[in-house]
């Protein structure tokens, strides 16, 4: 009953679409010509996306900062970039490449945050300036949210420095299909809430084990840390593939189920890409359902490219979709709408 009720509330908030459609984001032609982020190569690797990190910061340092706000198994660094006013009243948090065989989501994320910082005092949303937008609202981003699994997706288990996780990483083939992190846990099933709830592995694999207990993995102790700190006011997450939103989960009330409705048909609006609810479904552990059941914010699940890992040829078309789609969410943000 009470997922019909939901359903039915939510029915009348997504005939806003009508008016998000007609957003558009106008240019003018007077970017910085100096371009960091690479995207004519498959390989985004963690070492890159570090030098990248360090050079926008050089480059902007108005506009981004950089902080660690954890460390991985292997020692790689947990990044939490701040793009915009650190100080302003309203927040938005990104997380990419959660699962390691989805690495184009770290360079996509990171060629957007160039393209802001590049067109900061020309891009506008719906005749509201960046300047001002991302004064008042900033975005946290973790643009790697799982380096030692996307290090071993592209490089193999000799990327591991823990013997621990060559020996499992060795017992399969390949690994260009992994989800999972050094550990072999699958960091979106790492998470309290309807912990190992489905199907899954009894130990390390390269997808569907959700680890020994909840909240185990340095991975996912960090996002935790991180949403703990700071008072969000919507979560987006980048995953691929499928060219579609989800949004919402099992473990939305009405507020915040409706909020998150109005987030994935705004994105549907900048992006095309299908809307799929997961309210009123079973939590599973994911990101998503712990900020459901903790929060109570708007959360969607922007799924990139045709199949994994995508495809480099998919990136300036993913790109495109997508490059301003945050100058939206902040206008959002901005007028109170999530």
Not at 7 to 21: D, K, Q, T
Not at 96 to 110: N, P
Not at 213 to 222: M, N, R
């Amino acid at each position: 009953m009470k997922k019909k009720v939901l359903s039915l509330v939510l029915s009348g908030f997504l005939g806003i679409s009508a008016f998000i459609y007609g957003f558009r984001s106008e240019t003018i032609v007077n970017a910085t010509e100096i371009e960091i982020v690479q995207t004519d190569h498959q390989l985004y690797t963690y070492t890159e996306m570090e030098e990248d990190i360090e050079k926008l910061c050089s480059i902007y340092p108005t506009l981004i900062t950089s902080q660690s706000v954890g460390q991985t198994g292997n020692g790689r660094n947990l990044e939490l970039l701040v793009l915009g006013n650190p100080n302003a009243p309203k927040k938005v948090m990104i997380t990419a490449a959660i699962h390691a065989r989805e690495y184009m989501t770290s360079q996509l994320v990171m060629k957007m945050t160039e393209y802001i910082c590049q067109n900061y005092q020309s891009l506008n949303a719906n005749g509201v300036p960046y300047s001002e937008l991302f004064q008042n609202v900033a975005f946290y981003i973790m643009p790697m949210t799982n380096p030692d699994g996307v290090s071993l997706c592209q490089l193999g288990a000799s990327a591991s420095i823990l013997e621990s996780s060559r020996i499992w990483a060795s017992s399969f083939p390949s690994l260009k299909k992994i989800k999972s992190n050094g550990n072999g846990v699958d960091l979106n099933r790492n998470f309290s809430t309807g912990f190992a709830n489905g199907k899954h592995d009894l130990g390390p694999s390269l997808s569907s084990f959700c680890g020994f207990a909840s909240e185990t993995e340095l991975e996912t102790q960090a996002i935790e840390r991180v949403m703990k700190t700071y008072n969000f006011d919507a979560f987006i997450n980048y995953h691929a593939c499928g060219e579609l939103i989800y949004y919402g989960s099992g473990c939305s009330d009405i507020v915040s189920g409706i909020n998150s409705a109005n987030l994935a048909n705004l994105l549907h609006a900048v992006t095309g890409y299908r809307l799929v609810s997961q309210l009123g479904n079973k939590p599973a552990g994911t990101l998503a359902d712990y900020v459901s059941e903790n929060y109570a914010k708007p959360t969607t699940t922007i799924e990139i490219g045709k199949s994994t890992p995508v495809s480099i040829k998919e990136f300036n078309n993913i790109f495109e979709k997508n490059k301003n789609a945050w100058g939206f969410v902040a206008q959002y943000a901005y007028l109170g709408i999530i």
